[in-house]
């Protein structure tokens, strides 16, 4: 058998490549998930996968335009060299995701189909349905089963990871986990451990995501020392259909095949949509961005149907917020065809055939852009030197993130379909740097580790276990606890921020925290506790929500997905072209102003208390400058034209002395 | 919600409150008995907010204080197929179960029940080990040589995309099986001392020789039909014919009604069977 062994923690995308790749570089993995790992939350990914393409190319795109909506869409706040090679990697990764059989839909001369996603105008997205993500999913299920009837892989499913094994160096050699169904707790010796858990949706209660999303690995990772960046980011998606259970998503796709977003100009038409004439409708989206129209990027859209709701009164419906998400004027065939998936979900779930009415739809949180800090390292083109250990390393020695829980493709916000791109490409280039590390490193580091090492790490699980199980029955119950928790950070942390209603939900969720720490459970077993299971999830969760809150509350300004109005800058409002050049020049100043000030990540460190520490980082935007993002906003064109002649002088200067 | 479909509901008004009763058992060898918990009615409920609203209330509908009822789930959207239990005595997901369909069919209660062709671990949860089991018996998998890159996988028509596509939205989520009046239940208890590894090898043993179902037979046309895992067809094929395989199905056709994916189930097993006579001939002749 193999001579290294990798513990990967999440068994979707992210940890499903990396254990598919480490296996094919000959190590030994052993792969623990709550959940079979076909039952992932990658399954519910619908719209597709970005990569430039041959169809794309010959319309002007490429691999550097790719990265460069990324990180426009993003507003600048990743680093630079990851994203570039990812988007260089994309074109290869789904040729192999192809190759693995993905049931990718295809042409009439049998090519790859592609269409359009938000914060890009080319038809850069592959897809298989609207189900891409279980379609990528499966096929690396298949391969990681493969490996599993060869003996390089054993899976532990229905088993929680419950924090890493330190040694007195702080490196990691292993994790403590605990099978869900025996209730018995192990530590597992390893060279090192890759968290690709995803993300922590579950945190706002009700969001896209699945009940597996409760961010509580990351938490025992990070509460263990771990970096956490930019946990201020989270993705509310502009279409989901509300329930009570869970907001279920609404693809980006539904957009990207034709569909179009809009509410009655007059509040509340009784009418029914169809019989509302198209110029008594408000394109909302259309009518402010032309040039993206309903594609615009994901924050500006969730920005403008919450505003068009709550600010501007238009909200279809009186007592509930949403809009109209309308494809009845797409021809049904096209339809069942490359939207089936989505549609049968909002006509199972809501009873309405979306092809004959228009869907009703509000924004939902359902990404965490924010996650694990890790490192890269950088090549003198700007790209990523494959095979290095520090690719997808976290700062604690051993222990490599991938996927949604790493912090490090996506900014400030992510583009629609990208995410599937990152998750698998993270955790392909994570494991020839894994092999790297371990070869390079103490090899004999695990045979020293002391039993004693692993036993004190069993012991002490067992005692969080012990405390839980003894607790008195007069507390709190748990479930209760979570649906406040997501109250709160519903309302303070997600679509619009305030700085008094961040104070306010941070004191409200350090109360909460106490609560929990009392909840009283109803089932005191031993065998398949899941009140047991899920109280000590709900307590991890807390560390994860104050870093969010703590890192919205410090940061003053807008940028993607946070936005905070008291800091919006402002729109230019005269109609005389030399007042508003002038409004521009001052617009274009305080972007600059910004641009030094907050272009830089946050890195949460837990201390002691759980409480988190926040310290800024440089980003690296080495290869392609920060720049106003406008999207071709109505208004803002004057604002671009300063801001390009403000570039001009720095260019010639750059290819004079060039 | 004001939809002219929501405010003429069909079945008359709604009960005050939902009554659920519950067919439980504290673990695999325990006796199940039925409980029943008692929510105020709300409209728009699924059965997976039921059992969360039953979780929050912590007791039962005579007031006793009772651990909640264990169940799977993830998704909430019926793609991961986690939630599979027998809903009104019928298999399906929980997640697509609208309460208020359910009570246009009954309004006294709502009847939950674990699937009963799985072993029972606690409540609603049921082993599904053996699902995936029957993946890797068949080789359910595109056997690539390695994941370097070499270029685009074959070009296909989108016919056979769509075929392919249909098939490979199989979520493994056991509701075909638990219909197939040829798919019987196999319990295999773990033995006092036994391994973990050395139970679930003995249990696989014993489920390898059972019926794979309709769910493993589609995947075989899946693979099969797909330019690279046809180059292995016949292996799979063996499978098909051996031991467990396509002779089994009886042809009762319950697969494909249960379906939550409405995967054309009965057409491969169709598909299917001409294959396998092919390949027995010439298995026969030695072709």
Known sequence: MASFRVIVVGGGLAGLSATMKLAELGAEVWLISLTPVKRSHSCCAQGGINSVNNLTRQLGDSEWSHFEDTVYGGDFLQHQPPVKEMAEWAPRIIDLMDRLGVTFNRTPEGFRDQRRFGGTLYPRTAFAGATTGQQLLYALDEQVRRWEVTGHVRKFEFWEYLGPVLDENGVCRGCTVQDLVSMEIRALPGDALVIASGGCGVIFGRSTMSMACNGSAVSRTYQAGARYGNPEFIQVHPTAIPGSDKLRLMSESARGEGGRVWVPRRPQDPRPPHQIPEKERYYFLEERYPKYGNLVPRDIATREIFKVCTQEGLSVEKDRQCVYLDLTHLPRDLLDRKLGGILEIYEKFQGVDPRSVPMKIFPAVHYSMGGLWVDYERTAAGGLRIGSPRNQHTNITGIFAAGECDYQYHGANRLGANSLLSCIFSGLIAAPGILSYLKDGDQGARDRSPSSLFKQAERRQRERLEELLRRPQDGDNPYLIHQELGRVMTAAATVVRHNEELDRAYEKVLELEARAKHCALSDRGSWTNQNLVFARALEDMFPVAKAILRGARMRDECRGAHYKPEFEMPPITAKDPAEARRQAEAWCDRFEANTRRWLESTIATCDSGGEPAIHYEEVDTGLIPPRPRLYGLVGGQIIEQVWRERQQPQVAAAASSG | ?287
């Open chain 2, 1 to 287: 919600m004001t939809d002219s479909s929501d405010s003429q509901r069909p079945g008359g008004p709604r009960p005050r409150q939902i009554n659920v009763r519950v067919r439980r058992q504290d673990g695999p060898a325990r006796r199940p008995y039925w409980e029943t918990f008692a929510l105020p009615y709300e409209p728009d409920l699924n059965v997976i907010s039921v059992l969360q609203k039953i979780a929050a209330l912590g007791r039962n509908a005579a007031g006793k204080s009772v651990p909640p009822v264990a169940w799977e789930c993830n998704c909430l959207e019926e793609i991961c197929g986690a939630c599979t239990m027998l809903i009104n005595g019928r298999v399906r997901q929980a997640c697509t179960a609208l309460v208020d369909r359910l009570l246009e069919q009954n309004p006294r209660e709502i009847r939950l029940e674990p699937m009963s062709k799985f072993p029972v671990v606690r409540d609603l949860v049921v082993d599904r080990t053996r699902i995936f089991a029957t993946l890797k018996k068949v080789s359910a998998w595109v056997p690539v040589d390695n994941y370097l890159d070499l270029g685009p996988g074959p070009r296909q028509s989108q016919e056979n995309q769509e075929i392919a596509y249909l098939l490979s939205k199989c979520m493994s989520c056991g509701c075909c099986m638990e219909a197939c009046p040829q798919f019987l239940k196999i319990e295999v208890r773990r033995l006092p001392g036994e391994s973990e590894d050395d139970y679930r090898r003995r249990e696989g043993e014993i489920t390898n020789h059972a019926f794979m179902g309709a769910a493993a037979v589609a995947q075989i046309d899946l693979f099969n039909s797909n330019p690279i895992g046809a180059m292995n067809a016949r292996e799979r094929l063996d499978v098909l014919i051996g031991e467990g395989g396509i002779q089994v199905c009886g042809n009762a056709q319950n697969c494909v009604k249960v379906c939550p994916k409405e995967i054309p189930l009965t057409t491969s097993i169709a598909r299917m069977g001409r294959a396998a006579t092919i390949h027995m001939f010439r298995r026969w002749f030695d072709l």
